[in-house]
T-cell receptor, first 112, second 115 residues
Framework: AQSVTQLGSHVSVSEGALVLLRCNYS??????LFWYVQYPNQGLQLLLK??????LVKGINGFEAEFKKSETSFHLTKPSAHMSDAAEYFC??????????FGTGTRLLVSP | DAGVIQSPRHEVTEMGQEVTLRCKPI?????LFWYRQTMMRGLELLIY????????DSGMPEDRFSAKMPNASFSTLKIQPSEPRDSAVYFC?????????????FGEGSRLTVL
């Protein structure tokens, strides 16, 4: 079975600082990997996805993630945090037929 | 274009009552998913449909839960009878053609509170 593990339920950064949200996956076959973001009282929306093309994937709002097979990781980064980035972020892996398995989420807190 | 539309946005009911949650997927999407989100268990896939046919309902917690998709533009999730432990946010999501695109479009959710 495929799964993802997100390290850290909460991450706090200052505005302008680097954002790093960690995700490790487990998969017996080449995975499709995703990051979704959830703002308060809203549904999830796709930030970016890896589907076996380029290993460095760029998404919306300045986020990017790098697929590292040797480390089974797909960490999400952003060079400079904005207050508007405060949200919950979910890593997910596809088990086929668009059926996603989500991680437990990481809440990003951004302080002025 | 309209996104995934869910109703009601909020529902407060008493234990034992029937609850029906509704979802209208994005027009043209052929896959529909029902998820449940709680603090304790995170996001759980309950059931998903492809071309209106239920493909996998292994995530449905028990017989009190049922889901239908009578046509391409409408789905319901019903809980009967409801229990306090069913309190959660229920999300509907839809997806278009393309194997393993993984891009789900979520509604804003239905927050259910069972007293």
């Amino acid at each position: 079975a495929q799964s993802v593990t997100q390290l850290g339920s909460h991450v706090s950064v200052s505005e302008g600082a680097l954002v790093l949200l960690r995700c490790n996956y487990s998969s017996s076959v080449p995975p499709y990997l995703f990051w979704y973001v959830q703002y308060p009282n809203q549904g999830l929306q796709l930030l970016l996805k890896y589907t076996s093309a380029a290993t460095l994937v760029k998404g919306i709002n300045g986020f990017e993630a790098e697929f590292k097979k040797s480390e089974t990781s797909f960490h999400l980064t952003k060079p400079s945090a904005h207050m508007s980035d405060a949200a919950e972020y979910f890593c997910a892996v596809s088990t086929g037929f668009q059926k996603l398995v989500f991680g437990t989420g990481t809440r990003l807190l951004v302080s002025p | 274009d309209a996104g995934v539309i869910q109703s009601p946005r909020h529902e407060v009911t008493e234990m034992g009552q029937e609850v029906t949650l509704r979802c209208k997927p994005i027009s043209g999407h052929n896959s529909l998913f029902w998820y449940r989100q709680t603090m304790m268990r995170g996001l759980e896939l309950l059931i998903y449909f492809n071309n209106n046919v239920p493909i996998d309902d292994s995530g449905m917690p028990e017989d009190r839960f049922s889901a239908k998709m009578p046509n391409a533009s409408f789905s319901t999730l019903k809980i009967q009878p409801s229990e306090p432990r069913d309190s959660a946010v229920y999300f509907c999501a839809s997806s278009g053609q393309g194997a393993n695109t993984g891009e789900l479009f979520f509604g804003e959710g239905s927050r259910l509170t069972v007293l």
